[in-house]
């Protein structure tokens, strides 16, 4: 009988990196080719002025334009980048289930992201940022979720 393939995607705003798990007492594995990491500019390097402002049309009164929090968009294209990716391989077959472990605003980015077929494939969520642990230390902090 083919094990079960689950996926579990560590990630952050920054980087992520997927691993596999076929079962209890098989651990976790990184998965070739599913280790991402992007450059984050800092706000204040891509917008350098101030918000701009507008006039209203009925009155002679002046409002700031709300500003926009590009650091946070470059989060999200890149959890939307990831949520592409990881419904590729469900599609393809690759594996069967998911385990997402991020941030809480990473989570919501990549639960929006993914695709319905993908998120039903979704097993569990954790709202923890374990993108600095090594494999053997991630898989403690899952045992809860997953037999590892």
Same mark, same amino acid.
Request: proline letters at 5%; a neutral charge.
């Given at each position: 009988?083919?094990?079960?393939?689950?996926?579990?995607?560590?990630?952050?705003?920054?980087?992520?990196?997927?691993?596999?798990?076929?079962?209890?007492?098989?651990?976790?594995?990184?998965?070739?080719?599913?280790?991402?990491?992007?450059?984050?500019?800092? #706000?204040?390097?891509?917008? #350098?002025?101030?918000?701009?402002?507008?006039?209203?049309?009925?009155?002679?009164?002046?409002?700031?334009?709300?500003?926009?929090?590009?650091?946070?968009?470059?989060?999200?294209?890149?959890?939307?980048?990831?949520?592409?990716?990881?419904?590729?391989?469900?599609?393809?077959?690759?594996?069967?289930?998911?385990?997402?472990?991020?941030?809480?605003?990473?989570?919501?980015?990549?639960?929006? #992201?993914?695709?319905?077929? #993908?998120?039903?494939?979704?097993?569990?969520?954790?709202?923890?940022?374990?993108?600095?642990?090594?494999?053997?230390?991630?898989?403690?902090?899952?045992?809860?979720?997953?037999?590892?």
């Amino acid at each position: 009988m083919k094990p079960i393939v689950t996926w579990v995607l560590i990630a952050d705003g920054k980087r992520a990196t997927v691993w596999s798990h076929t079962g209890p007492g098989h651990g976790l594995n990184p998965v070739n080719g599913m280790a991402f990491e992007t450059e984050l500019h800092a #706000s204040r390097d891509i917008v #350098s002025d101030k918000p701009g402002r507008v006039q209203e049309s009925a009155y002679s009164a002046h409002h700031a334009v709300e500003p926009v929090d590009y650091h946070r968009l470059e989060k999200a294209a890149f959890a939307h980048e990831i949520a592409k990716r990881l419904d590729a391989a469900l599609e393809a077959g690759q594996c069967k289930r998911l385990l997402l472990v991020a941030p809480p605003q990473t989570l919501a980015e990549l639960r929006h #992201s993914l695709s319905p077929k #993908s998120r039903q494939a979704v097993i569990a969520e954790v709202d923890k940022d374990l993108t600095h642990l090594k494999g053997t230390d991630i898989a403690k902090h899952l045992e809860t979720v997953l037999a590892v």
